[in-house]
């Protein structure tokens, strides 16, 4: 069993689509958890970062983080066209080394 | 926001060549840079920590004589692929972290060996 596990996709969803993103995990030591998204051929961008559970909310993002499920989620809402990329969770038990998810391909259509 | 330059994004050589992989951290001090390699549609899997002024940490399976890293300063370090091979082909990505912030990431090299 892999420590982070995150549906690979791919998904699809028309515009203006609320978008919901989830990985669990199995390290009970995790408290750092992160949302990178990740565009054709570029490296990962920081989307969100929170420490421990709770929700953290950015413009169109939300993160939450439900540790006593070991389950974090990433909302997009209004998905626009832009957001097509791949979106990986990532956490650690400490803030620098990080455990990926396998990454989520998400395409939103026009 | 944090900035991490990656450089060169494209690499296309011959077998047996050595290629260099430079990565930069452009508005802050990396106590600490990664270095990942990455497959078409997989994940990152991380190849090596590295510490300013110190021997970088290898994970399982990495050949730390194959790929060559340096970090002589806190905002640049280094990864040489020796003698590169066509197995050698893969996305790599470095990433920079500074105190207990999060990873930022470069936009990574390509290497093609031919």
């Known amino acids: 069993q892999k420590e982070v596990e995150q549906d690979p996709g791919p998904l699809s969803v028309p515009e203006g689509a609320i978008v919901s993103l989830n990985c669990t995990y199995s390290n009970s030591a995790f408290q750092y958890f992160m949302w990178y998204r990740q565009y054709s051929r570029k490296g990962p961008e920081l989307l969100m970062y929170?420490?421990?559970?709770g929700n953290k909310e950015d413009g169109r993002f939300t993160a939450q983080v439900d540790k006593s499920s070991k389950y974090i989620s990433l909302f997009i809402r209004d998905s626009q066209p832009s957001d097509s990329a791949t979106y990986l969770c990532a956490m650690s038990a400490r803030p620098r080394q990080l455990t990926f998810g396998s990454g989520t391909q998400l395409t939103v259509l026009p | 926001g944090a900035v991490v330059s990656q450089h060169p994004s494209r690499v296309i050589c011959k077998s047996g060549t050595s290629v260099k992989i430079e990565c930069r951290s452009l508005d802050f001090q990396a106590t600490t840079m990664f270095w990942y390699r990455q497959f078409p549609k997989q994940s990152l899997m991380l190849m090596a920590t590295s510490n300013e002024g110190s021997k970088a940490t290898y994970e399982q399976g990495v050949e730390k004589d194959k790929f060559l890293i340096n970090h002589a300063s806190l905002t640049l370090s280094t990864l040489t692929v020796t003698s590169a091979h066509p197995e050698d082909s893969s996305f790599y990505i470095c990433?920079?972290?500074?105190?207990?912030?999060?990873?930022?990431f470069g936009d990574g090299t390509r290497l093609s060996i031919l």
């Open positions: 929170t420490y421990s559970s």
């Open positions: 990433s920079a972290v500074n105190s207990n912030q999060p990873q930022h």
